[in-house]
């Protein structure tokens, strides 16, 4: 099995500009990422995708592959996933006629990834042929839990989800269980996305639970701050 880990980092950020190139206790976002990626024992390559010259130089100081700077057609806000990721593929196919089995995604928003988190992952969906994809999730608790959340309608305070009734769950005990998407990590079989146009992760998909400590994902400058703290203090001990 060959895997490459593929760290999408573009260089405009509306909500926190030049996100991927802020300092993070004293590092670059984008570096804690790199590092976890290279200290993984299963990645065979770690390549970055980014328009931006000044993420490419760090990414290269940090010691991983650039091998093309991504077309500005595939780094706008509203980008999705599968184009960057079939860039990589056919780029490394036509350019060096290197193919590989598995694709993991690593985005350099959610800093606090580690290298055992990727092998793990990596280790799960491999082990299982049938299943095409992985994504890493966190459990949603208390406030967070989509039950408890409201939409403004007509000037009203409604139930996010309709045809629930709120008040059968006062207490966070009482929530079924419910999970989210947390953007740490997901894996793509590279035959999976080349067989199906329309489902990136395909029709199989298997599941990596993170802690929420490991989940923080930094879209504001609070977010930056919150990961700060839990380098400097929580997981440090």
């Not at 599968?82 to 995604?105: A, C, G, M, S």
């Not at 042929?129 to 007509?154: C, F």
């Not at 990590?185 to 146009?197: C, G, R």
Request: aromatic share 10%; glycine share 4%.
């Amino acid at each position: 099995m060959k895997y490459v880990g593929l760290i999408p980092a573009r260089g405009g950020s509306k909500g926190l500009p030049g996100k991927n190139a802020r300092l993070l206790c004293g590092q670059p976002l984008i570096a804690y990422t790199i590092k976890a990626a290279l200290a993984s024992k299963l990645l065979d390559r770690v390549i970055v995708s980014t328009d931006s010259l000044q993420i490419a130089k760090i990414a290269l100081q940090y010691g991983a592959e650039v091998p093309f700077l991504r077309p500005k057609i595939i780094a706008a806000d509203d980008t999705p996933d599968r184009p960057v990721i079939t860039h990589l593929i056919d780029w490394l196919q036509e350019n060096e006629k290197y193919n590989f089995d598995y694709l993991i995604y690593l985005r350099p928003t959610t800093p606090l990834k580690t290298s055992t988190i990727i092998d793990n992952a990596l280790k799960k969906i491999s082990a299982n042929q049938t299943y095409s994809g992985l994504r890493s999730i966190t459990k949603a608790e208390g406030v967070k839990h989509p039950y408890w959340m409201y939409k403004i309608d007509n000037k009203q305070l409604k139930p996010f989800i309709d045809h629930i009734d709120i008040s059968k769950y006062y207490q966070r005990q009482l929530l079924p269980e419910c999970y989210r998407i947390n953007g740490v990590l997901d894996i793509v079989k590279v035959s999976s996305v080349i067989s199906d146009e329309k489902n990136l992760y395909g029709k199989n998909i298997t599941f990596y639970e993170l802690d929420e400590e490991y989940s923080v994902d930094i879209d504001t400058q609070f977010d930056l701050l919150l990961c700060e703290f839990l380098l400097t203090t929580y997981l440090n001990h």
